[in-house]
């Protein structure tokens, strides 16, 4: 007959249920403990937010586990693997608009609010609110008076970038061998792939505390600085949890979960890793050179 | 392939093995369903639950201005009030109301065996009793829930705001999850299960408007979850995103928030519009008019929608510029939106009518829906909006859209396929009522706050000038009237699903698409084979 005759309606799930209540849990917990560092009283925030996490993390090994049994047993159609695709290039259409916030902010910021308060649109507000200020980018003088310093893009930012460019490829490299069948080319592309995001996350946190021990760039150093962390952080969470996601699909490489034709999970950590990649390109622009 | 270790292949077997085609009982079978019509009729359960719970916030702000000066709630409370009262409806009972009907009539609709990703389904549906219990908590807290107004514009939420701001703002970000994994799921449903030969112009209306509307939620609801996290930086770690002087902009928050907001009301909408257009033909007894063209304006809807956010904001002190290139960009808005009022006008035109309760509400909603229209046009134009802005006009405006616009269109699409859900007939003489009552009451509830705003009375105060007094008590006579006859509605329901007279697999003779083949009601695995379609 055709495809549409097979589609695997799963069982009930105990999974998502478990999800939620993590998720519960970190929006409550983190809540709580947010105002806790702020009043400096302790609640039970930080135990919750933990939990929450902790509930998420059981509930990601055992639904994926669910799956990968359902997968290696021929449940999925041609068809599921589409649906999975798709879901997947949404998800990251999704996560594009929400860094899209953040550099939203960042181009308001530089091409109106900043020279508004510098008066660069011949209005009255800055001569009524701060006279002395001056409008430049990075804005390392805010209007009250707060002073920081510029991260420069030569150096660690430069390097963060040829490594990530290099894990692109090297991944995609992974990618090919694998839709190829060659194991061993694979198996390496895909380990030098993982090192090479984590030395990334290193440098950067070598990054962070040199610019908040001797840059004295911090998140509250203005809108240069928040900008510069949120983009940054953000960023750098997305690259963690590719990580963790291509340390997972190393794993199931070496178990030989994977097929030429059938990879779902690994063309879904690869295209993961390409968008984060793609991201860092315009942070390296946006936020570091120009 | 590898092998499969013994534990592996127990798990399999003891899952494909159990493959019933009748529900589990208990309270397992909706904690752990994978079903599109369970949870279906859980986002509509829940959904007006929480329509009752917001009813009953404006409820309270509608007893607080029954007369100037205090009646019952100190001015914090009612800021609570208005505020809770609008993200509840907004997010806890319109857009779950939408999810619920996608989830059980897409597949129906479409010819498929279920959603596309089930558990993402159910996980989908679960976050959201948990956002909202956060997000009510909040109420109970010292200093007290949210009160900066559903838009939490910088610096209210940033500077003057309550410690629960940051519980508002996590509570934001699981809602945004839950919406967001909701709208892939029906776009890939759409996208990959439609029945062979079910071509993307022969798509049921519903499906096409929900299709757009999830595109809708996927772009914008993680702009939403952007600007929260920013007013949670700035209020909590020392971000000035919106603090000039830090080098921010109170108005930026403005803009990155009408991002999100112009087309969220469009989220609200655009499903409506797929109700109405599957009902009015049915009791015209007549095709749709202009269907190619009813997919058009909605596209074109969408598209516009990402590019008048602005006129949320004329008296900012935008440039000249912004302010035409956003006020024209509103009007055009009202060409699709022409296009659509005017085709369903068009196909009731020398139909054969009947006035079943469906078509009740639907003819209603045409009525009213257009009227908020014509009040967006009105505060479109920005030289007028300067008198109109914040004003109990523009309360109006948006109760129109909302109320005799969503709310009406998802009453009709409940009184539409309710027997298809139970089995049951309801009762015509009671949902009559229901309709009579609402439609009467709604108009008092909301037609005299167009006078109010006209005149300057503003909106979000909990106090009033004297001269306001008489039209006040008559709004909120209405409003009492509405949200007792609101009750009809539960009483039809509860009714209609423990009994009746049972009801045909097609029972309005004029009703197309492939949910009518089906029994009502259906079997609990939807198109186990798909059917063809021609
Ligand atoms: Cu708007």
């Not at chain 1, 069982?11 to 947010?34: D, K, R």
């Not at chain 2, 590898?2 to 127990?10: D, G, I, R, V, W």
């Not at chain 2, 009907?101 to 159910?122: C, E, V």
């Not at chain 2, 699903?497 to 197309?512: F, L, M, N, Q, V």
Request: aromatic share 18%; proline share 6%.
């Amino acid at each position: 007959m055709n495809a549409y005759a097979k589609y695997y309606v799963p069982e009930q799930s105990p999974w998502p249920i478990i999800g939620a209540v993590g998720l519960f849990g970190i929006a409550f917990g983190a809540g709580h403990f947010v105002i806790e560092l702020e009043k400096g009283q302790a609640t039970h925030g930080l135990y919750l937010l933990l939990a929450g996490i902790a509930t998420i993390l059981f509930m990601i090994v055992g639904w994926f586990r669910h799956v990968i049994i359902e997968s290696m047993s021929g449940l999925y159609s041609k068809q599921m693997d589409i649906s999975f695709r798709q879901g997947m290039s949404w998800f990251i259409f999704s996560e594009v608009m929400f860094f899209a916030a953040f550099f939203g902010a960042l181009f308001f910021v530089r091409v109106f609010s900043v020279p508004w308060l510098g008066g660069h649109d011949g209005g009255v507000t800055h001569q009524i609110l701060w006279p002395h200020f001056k409008a430049q980018w990075p804005l390392i003088i805010t209007p009250k008076g707060d002073k920081t310093q510029a991260m420069p893009w030569l150096g660690v930012p430069l390097i963060n970038t040829v490594i990530l460019l290099t894990s692109s490829v090297t991944l995609h490299f992974a990618h090919v061998s694998l839709e190829k069948n060659k194991r061993k080319t694979l198996t390496v592309c895909l380990g030098l792939t993982i090192l090479l995001g984590l030395s990334f996350l290193f440098f950067q946190a070598t990054e962070y505390y040199h610019a908040y021990t001797e840059v004295g760039l911090t998140l509250k150093s203005g809108v240069y600085g928040n900008t510069f962390f949120m983009l940054t952080g953000f960023h750098g969470l997305h690259v963690t949890l590719g990580s963790i996601f291509l340390i997972v699909l190393f794993c199931r490489v070496l178990k030989g979960h994977f097929t030429p034709d059938k990879h779902f999970a690994f063309q879904a950590g690869s295209w993961y890793w390409h968008f984060v990649d793609v991201v860092w390109l315009c942070l390296f622009v946006f936020v570091y050179v120009l | 392939m590898t092998t499969l270790n013994p534990e592996m292949s127990a798990t399999i077997n003891s899952t494909s093995h159990e493959h019933h085609h009748m529900p589990p009982r208990g309270m397992m079978r909706w904690l752990k369903t994978t079903n599109h019509k369970d949870i279906g009729t859980l986002y509509l359960w829940f959904s007006f639950i929480m329509f009752l719970i917001g009813g009953c916030m404006a409820m309270l702000i509608r007893v607080e201005l029954f007369e100037p000066g205090k009646v019952i709630l100190d001015p914090n409370l009612f800021n609570q009030m208005t505020t809770v009262h609008g993200l509840i409806m907004v997010f806890g009972a319109v857009m779950p109301a939408f999810t619920g009907l996608a989830n059980w009539l897409i597949p129906l609709m479409i010819g498929a065996p279920d959603m596309a990703l089930p558990r993402m389904n159910n996980w989908s549906f679960w976050i959201l009793p948990f956002a909202f219990s956060i997000l009510l908590s909040t109420l109970f807290m010292p200093g007290g829930g949210p009160n900066f107004g559903w838009t939490f514009y910088a610096p209210l939420s940033t500077h003057y705001s309550s410690d629960s701001t940051a519980l508002f703002v996590f509570s934001i970000h699981i809602m945004g999850i839950s919406s967001i994994m909701g709208a892939m799921n029906v776009i890939v449903t759409i996208f990959n299960l439609r029945a062979p030969g079910m071509k993307w112009m022969n798509l049921p209306l519903f499906v096409w408007t929900w299709l757009i509307t999830a595109f809708l939620l996927i772009a914008v609801m993680p702009v939403l979850a952007g600007v929260v996290t920013m007013v949670l930086t700035d209020k909590f770690f020392g971000t000035s995103f919106f603090d000039a002087a830090g080098g921010g902009d109170p108005v930026m928050f403005q803009h990155i928030f009408w991002f999100f907001g112009h087309p969220e009301v469009y989220i609200m909408i655009l499903p409506a519009f797929g109700i109405i257009s599957s009902i009015i033909p049915a009791f015209s007894r007549k095709k749709l008019f202009g269907y190619s063209s009813m997919v058009y304006a909605t596209v074109s809807i969408a598209v516009l929608s990402f590019i008048v956010w602005g006129h949320h904001m004329f008296t900012t002190g935008m440039p000249l510029f912004s302010e035409l290139f956003f006020m024209y960009c509103t009007m055009i808005i009202a060409v699709p939106t022409g296009v659509k009022v005017f085709n369903w006008v068009a196909t009731m035109w020398r139909g054969s009518l009947s006035f079943e309760p469906p078509m009740l509400f639907a003819i209603a909603f045409v009525i009213l829906f257009t009227i908020g229209g014509f009040s967006g046009l009105m505060l479109a134009i920005t030289p007028a909006d300067f008198q109109y802005h914040n004003t109990y006009f523009v309360v109006a405006h948006f109760h129109y859209v909302l109320v005799t616009g969503a709310v009406f269109a998802i009453m009709a699409a409940a009184y539409y396929w309710l027997p298809k859900w139970t089995g049951h007939m309801y009762s015509f003489k009671l949902a009559n009522w229901h309709f009579w009552c609402s439609v009467i009451s709604v108009n008092v509830l909301f037609f005299p706050m167009h006078f109010l705003g006209l005149a300057g009375m503003p909106r979000r105060i909990p106090d009033y000038a004297l001269q306001f007094a008489n039209l006040n008590k008559i709004v909120s006579l209405g409003g009492f009237a509405f949200g007792l006859s609101q009750l009809l509605f539960f009483a039809l329901v509860i009714k209609c699903i423990r009994g009746g007279e049972s009801a045909p697999a097609k029972p309005w003779d004029g009703a197309e698409g492939l949910e009518w083949t089906l029994p009502s009601p259906p079997p609990y695995h939807s198109f186990t084979t798909p059917p063809e379609v021609e």
